[in-house]
């Protein structure tokens, strides 16, 4: 037994490295040669560790409820326990999903106001054509002119017209160019030049979807003009370019200058231009032409909301639309005609020029 | 100031750093940041606040023998791993008490613990086979042998704290303890 003793002395200082480096190679040795001291080195060595272990966790132990006296456990608990209130437990087991749906439908919201914000001119399109008698308090004169508008006017008509708009000739004898809107509703349609003579027309083509339509004065009083002076322009225009435009907004033409600032209309729509210009309610179907008396559009509408965003259909569009009416009914085309007779006149020269071929359009339904 | 200090729920690299050292205030910290979560968790869950003490307990203790084995990844938050390992302790007892869990109503996220549950249900067994061998081995013997390994006292300070004569006494006690604790621990 003391052999015993001694043994486990030197493995418990051989495990813990207290012996010599002389005598620990010695006692390897030994370990090697002998399997039953070997053997007893690991068991103690086993036994000692779960023994260290018991005692780590048994301190581990004792700290923790040293820590624990120092928490308030009876608060907490009286904190903490499910809450009678089906309502608030729900709340609290779901806290983060309530939190995650509220902070996606927010996400959501937001990102739908700004695209909406963000992609879209601010505010909505409005058609300039004009609402006669919603205005004719406003405007007695004009009322009392339409009452008893030129000597051509047929009797039977005795309401005041509606709407009214602009067109300009396209061809000598008698087609005209205006917005499909001006025209949408209309029972019958007139048409009178600046000297004030009224000719009844009608809608030979309507083109909702570029809103433009083609009228024919089919008045008997009706003599053919001469040629109109301007030609309709085929390519698309610069940015920048300065335009002016002549319109009835009134009853006496009214001329509106500009400036093409977007090559696209409202939206984003390319089969318009954005002008910078301004108009009116009855301006719509009036001419927009460049400095060299070039139809490059026709005005259709603006911006409400934003100031001197103003909006015309492409010539191009004008063009497609003539196109779409028999050629031998269109007599000479003129507006096709290569030369421009209007070229290096001066602005007033020109625009006196057009005055003739630029229409006050009357709508009656 | 101090006070308030060490009773915030320290980071987790503390936490770590802190067992790895045996610091007894990162114990401290860490037992108080935690304990309101597995109290709220146990009392949500059929248990009252000492079910609650035991398993937090026995999840520190996972925890420990996790970070001091030496291959601790944290692979998730602290408050994650512990949380697991308490829901995992406090299903098993569930089970064991054979009450009836419809759903267990969770509070945080959930990491996979089942293999460091598994190493410390042995642990545990010898921890409680140790306990029951030392109880049964009597005294003196227990306090000698728990004086010598696990207060890690000398010889010289036993002999004194227990009246032997000499060292070479106490050698002999502490032996014939030994081999009967030995005995104890193995039959169990």
């Not at chain 2, 203790?61 to 406090?90: A, H």
């Not at chain 2, 060292?167 to 604790?181: P, S």
Request: aromatic residues 8%; proline residues 3%.
């Amino acid at each position: 037994m003391r052999n015993d003793i001694a043994l486990e002395t030197i493995i418990e200082d051989y495990l813990q490295g207290k012996l010599t480096a002389e005598e620990a190679k010695a006692f390897e040795q030994l370990r090697l040669d002998d399997p039953v001291i070997d053997h007893r080195v690991v068991a103690h060595k086993v036994f000692l560790e779960s023994l260290a272990q018991y005692g780590r966790v048994l301190s581990l132990k004792q700290q923790m409820d040293h820590a624990h006296a120092r928490i308030d456990v009876a608060g907490l608990t009286e904190k903490m326990r499910p809450h009678p209130s089906f309502i608030v437990n729900l709340w609290r087991k779901n806290k983060s999903a309530v939190a995650i749906a509220a902070s996606f439908l927010l996400l959501t919201i937001f990102s739908i106001y700004s695209i909406q914000h963000n992609t879209k001119q601010n505010g909505t399109y409005e058609v300039m054509r004009r609402e006669i008698t919603t205005i004719k308090n406003n405007q007695n004169k004009l009322v009392r002119t339409l009452n008893s508008a030129g000597p051509k006017v047929p009797k039977g008509l005795a309401s005041s017209a509606k709407f009214g708009g602009t067109g300009f000739a396209l061809t000598a004898n008698g087609y005209l160019c205006t917005n499909y809107h001006v025209v949408r509703d209309a029972d019958s349609v007139y048409v009178q030049n600046s000297k004030g003579e009224s000719f009844k027309a009608k809608v030979a083509y309507r083109d909702v979807q570029y809103d433009i339509a083609i009228l024919k004065i089919i008045d008997n009083s009706f003599t053919p003009l001469a040629n109109p002076p301007y030609k309709l322009k085929k390519n698309s225009i610069g940015m920048g370019e300065n335009v002016y435009t002549l319109g009835y907004p009134k009853d006496d033409v009214v001329l509106g200058e500009g400036y093409v600032s977007s090559k696209t209309g409202h939206g984003g729509d390319t089969t318009q231009y954005q002008v910078s210009i301004p108009i009116n309610p009855g301006n719509s179907g009036g001419p927009l032409l460049d400095d060299q008396g070039n139809i490059i559009g026709l005005i259709t509408a603006k911006e409400n909301q934003v100031e001197g965003a103003a909006f015309a259909v492409k010539s191009k569009y004008i063009l497609e639309a003539l196109n779409a009416i028999p050629s031998d009914s269109l007599g000479k085309k003129a507006v096709f005609s290569k030369k421009n007779p209007l070229q290096g006149l001066s602005r007033t020269k020109q625009i006196d020029k057009i005055g003739k071929y630029v229409y006050m359009i009357n709508v009656y339904n | 100031m101090s006070n308030k200090l060490s009773s915030s729920v320290p980071t987790d690299r503390e936490v770590v750093l802190g067992i790895l050292n045996n610091s007894e205030d990162a114990l401290n910290r860490l037992y108080i940041g935690y304990f309101p979560m597995v109290l709220q968790f146990i009392l949500n869950n059929n248990g009252d606040e000492d079910d609650a003490k035991d398993v937090y307990q026995e999840a520190i203790i996972v925890l420990y023998n996790k970070i001091r084995s030496g291959d601790f990844e944290l692979s998730s938050k602290l408050k994650t791993y512990i949380y697991s390992v308490c829901r995992r302790i406090w299903l098993k007892k569930l089970t064991q008490q054979s009450k009836k869990i419809n759903n267990l109503s969770d509070l945080e996220d959930v990491v996979a613990v089942e293999v460091d549950l598994e190493q410390h249900e042995e642990k545990e067994l010898q921890f409680e086979k140790m306990g029951s061998a030392l109880v049964s081995l009597g005294e003196p013997c227990k306090t000698i042998i728990q004086d010598f390994y696990i207060n890690n006292l000398s010889m010289q300070d036993i002999c004194e704290k227990f009246g032997y004569t000499n060292t070479d006494n106490v050698k002999t006690q502490k032996y014939k303890c030994l081999q009967r604790l030995k005995k104890l621990f193995f039959q169990s």
